[in-house]
């Protein structure tokens, strides 16, 4: 079955405290993207990635990191994190040839940092 | 990055009624269009999708949006909506004329339907 998937699905940490946020497909996919949902602000780009060890800045990266050693995975760092993080994440992939590139998306992370 | 931007944050409506949603975006060159639903407590779905051809798009659970090019516009529609129409909408905008396939999102749309 084509998916994304992601882990955890829950996460509750505190201030400061690395985590990582994995995020796999089974599509071959080229592109990937990383999301975070708040309320009244609908989905906003975190990172993306066009390819193996291509990545680039989305509209709010600030306190992130990602990478993207392996094609099927780009996980989401968070090196520091901060109660400003707490949110809905959401991992996507998508083609990158002809098309309308829809992406898919993950099932989503709900990540609290008290 | 191009704008998206949907004129409803919440709309509530009794089974049965017909549902449109607004969506508008600020890019003039050539732009692929989608809505998205979110369920309560599922992941984003594709609902349709519109990349060239036919601006009226028909998706999936009833749902069609028409693409106004003039007024850069791309609504959604159902003619009758039922109870488990509840979620969340997103419309979403990327322009590979720009090679940007970053997916803008609007703020997104709660529909309740009431029973």
């Known amino acids: 079955e084509a998916q994304v998937t992601q882990n955890p699905r829950y996460l509750i940490t505190v201030t400061g405290k690395k985590l990582t946020v994995t995020c796999s497909q089974n599509?071959?996919?080229?592109?990937m993207s990383w999301y975070r949902q708040d309320p009244g602000l609908g989905l906003r780009q975190i990172y993306y990635s066009m390819n193996v060890e291509v990545t680039d800045k989305g509209d709010v990266p600030e306190g992130y990191k990602v990478s993207r050693k392996e094609k099927r995975n780009f996980p989401l760092i968070l090196e520091s994190p901060s109660p400003n993080q707490t949110s809905l994440y959401f991992c996507a992939s998508s083609s990158w040839g002809e098309g309308s590139h829809e992406q898919y998306f993950g099932p989503g992370t709900r990540l609290t940092v008290t | 990055a191009q704008s998206v931007s949907q004129h409803n944050h919440h709309v509530i409506l009794s089974e049965a009624a017909s549902l449109e949603l607004g969506c508008n975006y600020s890019y003039g060159g050539t732009v692929n269009l989608f809505w998205y639903v979110q369920y309560p407590g599922q992941h984003l779905q594709l609902l349709l999708k519109y990349f060239s051809g036919d601006p009226l798009v028909k998706g999936i659970k009833g749902f069609e949006a028409e693409f106004i090019k003039s007024k850069f516009s791309f609504n959604l529609r159902k003619p009758s909506v039922q109870w488990s129409d509840t979620a969340e909408y997103f419309c979403a905008v990327n322009a590979p004329s720009l090679n940007d396939y970053k997916l803008s999102f609007g703020a997104g749309t709660t529909v309740t339907v009431r029973a």
């Open positions: 599509m071959n996919h080229e592109y």
